[in-house]
Structure formats: structure tokens, C-alpha cells
């Protein structure tokens, strides 16, 4: 399923990785018993914090999928948009589980999760100021120093925003990547989402990031509410999630693809089902230019 393109030379030296699921828990017994052969997917996705200050039998299978395809730490803690002091023992817990897993990459959401050393367990939307865009390159140069490696970012899905915003969110995330030299993880669902909820145009925000710093795409879907769409990562992938992931891999040249599911998990077979749903996507995209 690989599909590197040596025209294209990797993002921040990082490699295509191909096409992946997230490493969840209803599915530990079937990796467990099956051949890495027959898994289905090049490469697992995990949730950084699933496997931190834990042991026994989640971290045995973590072991196993590590020894047999690559796999990329993604956080929902570091909170890099916040203005309280970056948490180096959290930190130093990643670095911990990166030396055992060796991860292709590292990322985490362009967020804040909390204040006051009280976590609210959400990724809340940034405000999009000259201030704010100075104080997060700075926080992301400190977390490549500490991990030793380039930090990709993430574009979260939102409901609210800032007043006084002083750019829309895909100059923030481009000139955040130039300046502190980090890389970006596009969520096209994220966008849809945000896109539908804020009444932006999505394909524009996706056309005007920098194609260079895109190293890893996630693919998802969301409910509609009616009146918003919620990032729930519970359904098949949305018709125009899809086109939107087209655009993204002729922009691109080919990145990594990752299928989010995180509730109402359906069984390993249909998440590879889905997941190959991807290859038809790209094949029907323009080629890149």
C-alpha cells in the first residue's frame, strides 16, 4: 500500500508512510492473533497518552505493532497554545515512550486544553493574533529542542472563535510552520467541520497552506447536528471530506493517510474497508504540478 513519489522528497526528512488506522483497543485480539502479513495497513496511529503511566497488556501489543510497522505518537495534552509554562514532566514521559517505540514522528493539536493546571479534556480553539502566533513558535522551538525531533501539528476542528482575530487560521498554521520549522498534520475532516461551522471555504484554507509542510493527513467522520458539525470520529467519511482529501494528495505530491475511529468502533475489517477507500481518492486526483 506504500506510495512514496521519489519526485517528491519527503517532509522534513520524514517519509510516506502509506495508509493507516489508529491502534484501539477493540481491535488488540485480532492484531494479537493474525500474522503482521494479514494485518491490512502499513502503519498504526496511536494516542500518545493511551500509553503513558501505563503497563501491562495495551504497552505488550504497542510492543508487537512497533516491531512489525511503523508507527506515529499522537498527543492530546501537550496544550502548545497555552500560556501557563510547558509541562516538561509530561514532556519527559513522551520522550520515554518515543526512546521505546521509535516513532516515524510526533504530533499533537494547535490547541490549549486548559488552565490553572486544570485540564478540560478539549482541544479549544486559539486565538489567532500576532501575540499569540510569536508566544506558540517559541513553545514549539522549546518542544523540538526537548524531543529531539521536528513536532507536527495539527489543525483542530472548532465551534467558537476569538474576537479581534487578527488572520484566518490557515495563515496562523503556515507561518507557524515557517517560523518555528515544524511540520503540520492536515485534518481535511477538521476542516470540513470548522469550514461548515464558521463559514469559511474549505478547499481555499487546504489550497493556502504550505504543501511542503504537510507530512501526515487524517481522515474522519463527523455528525451533523443541524445547525454545526461535531468531530466525533464515529462514521464513514463525508463525500466532501473525501474530495477534500483529494485536493490535500495533489497538493501534496502524497503524504501519509490516516483513518481516524474512535467511537462505535466498527469491526477491523470494515475499518480496512474504509481505509481503502482512500486509494480510488487519490487516483482520481489531478496530478501534482
Not at 55 to 68: C, E, P, T
Not at 144 to 160: A, F, H, K, M, V
Not at 229 to 251: E, K, N
Not at 272 to 281: D, T
Request: charge should be negative.
Amino acid at each position: 500500500m506504500a506510495r512514496s513519489d521519489p519526485s517528491c522528497p519527503p517532509r522534513l526528512g520524514l517519509p510516506d508512510l502509506g495508509d493507516g488506522v489508529g491502534l484501539r483497543e477493540p481491535h488488540f485480539a485480532h492484531l494479537m492473533g493474525t500474522d503482521p502479513a494479514a494485518w491490512g495497513v502499513d502503519w498504526f496511529e496511536i494516542v500518545s497518552e493511551n500509553f503513558l503511566d501505563h503497563g501491562g497488556y495495551a504497552l505488550h501489543v504497542l510492543d508487537r505493532v512497533a516491531a512489525h510497522r511503523p508507527v506515529v505518537m499522537h498527543g492530546v495534552s501537550l496544550s502548545i497554545g497555552s500560556a501557563e509554562p510547558l509541562d516538561m514532566l509530561y514532556l519527559d514521559k513522551l520522550a520515554a515512550l518515543a526512546a521505546r517505540v521509535k516513532p516515524a514522528w510526533i504530533s499533537d493539536h494547535l490547541c490549549w486544553t486548559g488552565i490553572a493546571g486544570r485540564n478540560s479534556h478539549d482541544l479549544l480553539p486559539m486565538p489567532l493574533t500576532e501575540a499569540s502566533l510569536a508566544h506558540v513558535t517559541g513553545r514549539v522551538k522549546a518542544v523540538q529542542d526537548r524531543l529531539g525531533r521536528p513536532l507536527i501539528l495539527e489543525n483542530p476542528s472548532t465551534y467558537l472563535q476569538f474576537a479581534g482575530a487578527q488572520m484566518p487560521e490557515w495563515d496562523y498554521l503556515g507561518r507557524l510552520a515557517e517560523a518555528a520549522d515544524c511540520g503540520l498534520l492536515l485534518d481535511v475532516n477538521n476542516v470540513h467541520v470548522s469550514a461548515f461551522n464558521h463559514g469559511f471555504d474549505a478547499a481555499a484554507y487546504i489550497e493556502a497552506l504550505p504543501a511542503e509542510r504537510i507530512v501526515q493527513i487524517h481522515l474522519a467522520g463527523p455528525r451533523d447536528c443541524g445547525t454545526h458539525l461535531l468531530d466525533t470520529h464515529d462514521s464513514p467519511v463525508l463525500a466532501p471530506v473525501w474530495a477534500l482529501y483529494r485536493q490535500a494528495q495533489a497538493l501534496t505530491g502524497g503524504v501519509s493517510t490516516l483513518l481516524e475511529w474512535d467511537a462505535d468502533i466498527p469491526p477491523y475489517e470494515a475499518l480496512l474497508a474504509e481505509l481503502a477507500k482512500a486509494q480510488a481518492w487519490r487516483e482520481a486526483a489531478p496530478a501534482y504540478a
